[in-house]
C-alpha cells in the first residue's frame, strides 16, 4: 500500500507543481481584462451654429459633427444639418439633412476637403393673389473646398460641383466657411 502511495504522489507532484507554478505565473502578469481603445482620443466633435434676425425675417441653422482623425493628415467626419428659414406671411423654408466629407492637411496650415450632402428642402411661398405654392426636394451637394487652417479653426471657401440655378437650397455654387472641432 505505501508503494502505490508513493507512485501516485511522484505522479501528482509533477502535475500539482505545474499547475501551481503557471497559476502564479498568469497572477503576476499585468493585462488588463479589457484592453483599453484609443479610439476616442482620435475623436473630435464641432459644427456650426448660424442666427439671423431682421424685421419678419428668422433664420435659425444648427449644425453638429464628428471628425475621425486618422493620423496629422487625414481625417472623415459625418456631420447633421437642420435649418429653419421664415419671412413673415411671405416665405417658409425647412432644411435637414446629412453630410460625410474627408479632410486632408497636406501642410499644418492648409486643409482641403471633399464633402457630400444629402438635404431635404420643404418650401412653402405665400402670396395674396396666387395662393401658396409649395416646393419640396431633396438637394444633393458634392462640395471641394481649401482653407487656412490655424489649430482648430479653419476659415476657407468651398464650390458645390453639383450645383443647379434651377433647383439648389443654396444661391450660389461658391461659399464661404469656418470650421471649428475640439
Known amino acids: 500500500m ?3 502511495s508513493v507512485k501516485i504522489l511522484t505522479k501528482t507532484l509533477p502535475f500539482l507543481f505545474f499547475i501551481l507554478t503557471n497559476i502564479g505565473i498568469y497572477g503576476q502578469t499585468d493585462v488588463p481584462a479589457h484592453p483599453k481603445s484609443d479610439f476616442w482620443k482620435h475623436v473630435q466633435f464641432g459644427g456650426g451654429f ?3 434676425i431682421g424685421s419678419d425675417y428668422t433664420d435659425v441653422t444648427l449644425a453638429p459633427s464628428a ?6 493628415y487625414i481625417s472623415i467626419g459625418t ?11 411671405y416665405y417658409n423654408s425647412s432644411i435637414y439633412g446629412v453630410s460625410i ?8 496650415e492648409i486643409q482641403l476637403s471633399l464633402e457630400v450632402e444629402q438635404v431635404r428642402v420643404n418650401n412653402t411661398f405665400r402670396n395674396t393673389t396666387t395662393g401658396t405654392l409649395k416646393d419640396n426636394f431633396w438637394n444633393t451637394g458634392l462640395f471641394v473646398g481649401a482653407g487656412y487652417r490655424m489649430e482648430n479653426v479653419t476659415v476657407g471657401i468651398r464650390y458645390n460641383l453639383l450645383f443647379d ?3 439648389s437650397v443654396y444661391s450660389e455654387a461658391l461659399m464661404p ?3 471649428v472641432y475640439f
Open 165 to 167: 440655378n434651377d433647383k
Open 2 to 4: 505505501k508503494e502505490n
Open 101 to 108: 466629407f474627408t479632410l486632408f492637411n497636406p501642410v499644418e
Open 67 to 72: 471628425i475621425y482623425n486618422f493620423n496629422d
Open 50 to 52: 448660424g442666427l439671423a
Open 79 to 89: 456631420g447633421l444639418q437642420g435649418s429653419i428659414v421664415s419671412q413673415k406671411n
Open 177 to 179: 466657411f469656418i470650421r
